[in-house]
């Protein structure tokens, strides 16, 4: 019989306590992957790497982006219609002549992707976004802020959990740092879209600059809004400049996600998807796992920052 003195000693070890490189080397799965190429990059990027997926393993990660990525897709239908009405309303910005240009190119994108009925009714709202009507406005936008909420509510549970500041949360607080980072993210998908129907209308010295202008225009803002959200998950009591390295890796798979999607979406009438259902149903799928990448980016990038700051980084 074992006393409780032996049975101690015979516990295993506190996992903890294992270098990441121990706890995943023997692994055959995703986690085990990443390991062994993180082993293959330079320091500190590659043991920072490291660290991340093994602080990163044995979490729900997974469900946690899933999470995200879904409440995110709820909220996306309803904020790009925000979006279309708040450009609805900026006659007095770009003039009445290129407003009525900008609607004429919707309508063609419209009539010419889909079938006649869809594009009728497709027609018809958007004619309806572009009256200006506050109202018209105020609801998707409520509703994106609505189901976008819970998503950044997961997030924001997971980027807590990783600096280890979810006992400061204050609910009020989120409650209103949902609304504005909702309210960023339909302006800043206001003007995205804004730049790409104005492109073919303002002439080749505004295409040129718009083609050239977004490839920094698209990091640098990920950036400032990730670095943002990092910074508030921390509670603001860090230099702005500690979140940089995980906001750019966040920024970086935000910008490969993107150009994959975007590469699909543009390949789209040759791979045989031109019926209304093949675009749902592929843009649906497409959109999704675009989703996924993006919350999974973030998180990712919220552990590389708490890697960072644990004590064997600290010098």
Known sequence: MT???????QRPADRSDVGADERL???????GMA?????????????????????????????????????????????VVAALAL???LDWLIGASTAAQVMDNLRTAIVSTFDRDVANAGVAAVSRLFDGNAVMLLYPLGVAIALSSRGFTGAMRGITTLYGTAER?????????????????????????????????????FARMYSLGRWIAVPAGSLAWITTLYHYARGWDRPWRAELPGAAVASAGLVVSGLVYGAYMRATPSLGLGSFLGLVLG??????????????SIIVGGAVNARRDAPSHAD
């Open 3 to 9: 006393s409780g003195a032996d049975r101690a000693e």
């Open 25 to 31: 080397d023997d692994r055959s799965d995703v986690a």
């Open 35 to 79: 390991a062994r190429t993180a082993q293959r990059l330079p320091d500190p990027v590659g043991r920072v790497t490291l660290d991340a997926v093994a602080h990163l393993h044995g979490t729900r990660f997974v469900g946690l982006v899933a999470e995200v990525a879904f409440f995110a897709a709820a909220g996306l239908i309803p904020l």
């Open 87 to 89: 450009i609805g309303g």
């Open 169 to 205: 949360r204050d609910l009020w607080r989120d409650a209103l740092a949902t609304v504005v980072f909702t309210l960023a993210a339909a302006l800043l998908a206001a003007l995205a879209i804004l730049g790409m129907l104005l492109r073919p209308i303002e002439g080749e010295g």
């Open 283 to 296: 843009g649906a799928v497409a959109t999704f796992t675009l989703l996924f990448f993006l919350a999974a």
